[in-house]
């Protein structure tokens, strides 16, 4: 499924791209990276990424997490995904870094395990 993903990026995301919304679609490594090398781009007008229930592995999650600093990104939404307690603190890490434009933040349904909501709480 990633490789169907992955087509449709190349052939749809352009500059203009301002919401993201990749959801219940999985989202491999192939396809993470390059959500995470368009969302680093300066001329990318991404503001908004839209995750629920994607299916993405620990690494991925991560990678994204890690890039998000380097990005415009404003609305994140990665509900109904599992987040383990390295997930959380790679978000926390990104929080801590201080050049984060987000606004808006949800995790609903995620399985977060006690550490990580505290890794998370603590960033905030």
């Avoid at 990104?73 to 959380?88: F, G, H, Q, W």
Wanted: hydrophobic share 40%; net charge negative; charged share 25%.
């Amino acid at each position: 499924w990633d490789k169907s993903t992955e087509s449709q990026l190349k052939s749809h995301l352009t500059c203009k791209t301002s919401v993201l919304n990749l959801s219940t679609n999985h989202i491999g490594k192939g396809s993470i990276k390059l959500i995470i090398d368009f969302i680093k781009n300066e001329k990318s007008n991404l503001n908004a990424l839209i995750f629920d229930q994607c299916r993405m592995c620990v690494e991925s999650t991560c990678k994204l997490f890690d890039a998000l600093p380097d990005s415009r990104i404003k609305y994140l939404s990665m509900d109904r995904n599992v987040l383990t307690l390295e997930a959380c603190k790679a978000f926390a890490d990104a929080t801590n870094k201080g050049n984060l434009e987000l606004e808006f933040v949800s995790f609903r349904e995620c399985d977060i395990p006690a550490d990580g909501c505290l890794e998370i709480a603590g960033a905030l």
